[in-house]
């Protein structure tokens, strides 16, 4: 296994003992109000004022949160070297490396290839989920009337969310029709003691598990299971925008190069992670819709109102000393964005696979993910840059995004100066703007309609002669290298070095 010892993190608290180590993570021994206090505080510690966000504030363990008896960890995944830590990777490029490694597992052809491909697929058979009889999330079991959400210190964000929500689940669904696994991150309202509202956006595999299974008209339910805490690659997995089907806890198994052990709940045939710190065990009733929201999302506003199904809770399985995981979003950059930022660099490989023209990606946080993507393209032939467009407007979440740059491939994305800079120089607006009508973000508050709207592609590569542009296109602004060199010669004789 890449010559590498297997020292995955077995649960959140070794994350947490690590991230100590690392001088990542403070203690607050104050109390604490879960109700908007500790967003201040999170807040006021964890934003970088700085742009590109490369380090902020440390991870926060609150271990006194008011009202109740469960510690609380936020901000854990928020700067890159944290991020690094949790994928235990030098940089979030040898994560991407690996996973190439594995896309470029050709076919093989003959006998001798056959058996040369074997370790590998082996090594991708040893990170399958591994069932286990029991674990640590069994310490402590609670059925029907003694379940009872308000023990945990559950956040009221921000002023006009409707309520308190949990931010970090893991939500565990089976397709219906497949029986295979789903895991999303999709925010939960807590209506009271035993019910929470289940936000699945409409393009998410949650909310198609629950439409297929609706389809189906099966008895009314579709059962849902809940981890909140696990190692860090697990609790990541439940962000990762890989397609319907793909079991997210085979692709943690994976990354962290362990399988995820995985037990039966207790009330319902699902799986969940043997180490989690809490799990909620129940079900969504098909016929069943209420007020979610408001609730202030990463966009930097809030969310409207909506309807969206319920999860009613039946069971809590958990650790005698649980922690509680929990994020805040809002105004960019949060700890989503570094989030959003792992799976940008990890994901760019398998992007490259089918689309092997694209140099780089990003996304700013200013452009929360779906706002906005600006891509580097090897352009080769005319309209490629449209073609790209498409392209990202094909595929799986990227679909989403409302405003696509293409450059060309000797544009640094990742400095956004120089985009802004090169991409305005280089665009006729009525020309080279693009728009196409489609699915968008549920959280877009500005589409014509929730969920559907149009987007904009720019085509801000250099225009050829091949795409009917008939006019010189000029150079790039650069000094020559001979006089360069020359005035290296003359330097020290100008003296015109700052001192100090
Ligand atoms: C902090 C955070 C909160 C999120 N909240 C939601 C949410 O409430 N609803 C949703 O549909 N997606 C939410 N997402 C995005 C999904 O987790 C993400 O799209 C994921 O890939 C969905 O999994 P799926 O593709 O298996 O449906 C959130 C992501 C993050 C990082
Ligand atoms: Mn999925």
Known sequence: MDGEACVGYRDLREFVVRLEKEGELKRVRAEVDPILEITEVAQRVARSKTRPAQSVGPALLFEKPKGSKVPLLINTFGSVRRMELAFEVDKLEDVAARIQGFLKMETPQGLFDKIKMLPKLAELGSFFPKSVKSGACKEVIRKGAAVNLLEFPILKCWPQDGGRFI?????????????????????????????????????????????????????????????????????????????????????AGFLRREPVEMVACETCPLEVPAQAEIVLEGYVDLSELRVEGPFGDHTGFYSLEGEYPVFHVTCVTQRRDPLYLTT??????????????????????????????????????????????????????????????????????????????????????????????????????????????GPVDTLDHAARRQDFGSKMGIDATRKWASEGFDRPWPDEITMNEVTKQRVNGLWRELGLDRKG
């Open 167 to 251: 931010t970090f689940p893991l939500v565990f669904t089976k397709n219906p029709e497949t029986g295979k696994r789903n895991v999303g991150m999709y925010r939960m309202q807590v209506y009271d003691e035993r019910t929470t509202g289940m936000h699945w956006q409409t393009q998410k595999h949650g909310a198609e598990h629950f439409r297929r299974a609706r389809a189906s008209g099966r008895d009314g339910r579709i059962d849902v299971a809940v981890a909140i805490g696990a190692d860090p690659v697990t609790c990541l997995a439940g962000i990762l925008p890989i397609p319907p089907d793909l079991d997210e806890m085979m692709f």
């Open 328 to 437: 805040i979003v809002g105004p960019p950059p949060q700890e989503d964005f570094f989030m959003g930022h792992a799976v940008e660099r990890i994901f760019l490989p398998v992007m490259q696979m089918q689309y092997p023209e694209i140099v780089d990606i990003a996304m700013p946080a200013e452009g929360i993910f779906h706002n906005l993507m600006i891509v580097a393209i090897r352009k080769s032939y005319p309209g490629h840059a449209r073609k790209i467009m498409n392209a990202i407007w094909s595929l799986g979440q990227a679909m989403l995004t409302k405003v696509v740059i293409v450059v060309d491939h000797d544009v640094n994305v990742q400095n956004w100066h120089e985009v802004t800079w090169k991409t305005l120089c280089a665009i006729d607006p009525e020309r080279d703007v693009q728009f196409v009508l």
